[in-house]
């Protein structure tokens, strides 16, 4: 099920780059793949980790994560994906994203936790690379993202509990507090 997840978003991803760079994009779901695998996560969270862009920033639909990877992949990948950007402000929908993180189930928690290491660690590398020219490439400026990944890393602290996990939340922790300086607020 994992290889028939990764050539999925494999197509589904394809020509797609991460932001301001010219690195293929499916890089992102393999990284986050990889931290779940590293955690001993199930088969289904590993496939909804290769597949978790797939439904905000691609034409996947609901129906062929369904008939493709089963309800409970296809729910997941629903549980981290952002309300519909053309409806909803950036600040509206990474509030929908905290808020939703304060009651979300585990597999959710974990699967959030780990795209989003995978990014503020991508954020880390470019910063180290580019300096404060990094942040032009973002919809909004360097302050609105401390704002968000601190409030991330105080809800993953809050809600995922010591142990294997919780040193991935310690990993983030790191990784906010290198790219914007201090312990997390």
Known sequence: ???????????????????????????????????????????????????????????????????????????LVASVS????????????KAHTLRHLETAAPDTLILSLADKLDNIRAIREDGERLGEVLWKRFNRPREKQKWYYERLARTFRQRIPDGLPGAL??????????????PPA
């Not at 496939?47 to 996947?60: K, N, R, S, W, Y």
């Not at 952002?82 to 929908?93: G, V």
């Not at 939340?169 to 201090?182: C, I, P, Q, Y």
Request: aromatic share 8%.
């Open 1 to 75: 099920m994992i290889f028939k997840a990764l050539e999925f978003a494999a197509r589904a991803h394809s020509g797609h780059y991460r932001k301001g760079t010219k690195v293929p994009y499916l890089l992102h779901p393999l990284q986050v793949a990889r931290i779940l695998i590293e955690q001993g996560c199930r088969e289904t969270v590993v496939v909804a980790g290769l597949l978790h862009d797939t439904l905000e920033d691609t034409a996947a639909t609901m129906d062929q994560l369904r008939e493709c990877f089963g309800e409970e992949a296809a729910d």
């Open 82 to 93: 952002e309300p519909n950007k053309s409806d909803h402000t950036w600040e509206n929908r």
């Open 169 to 182: 939340v310690d990993s983030f922790e790191r990784e906010v507090a290198a790219v914007f300086g201090g």
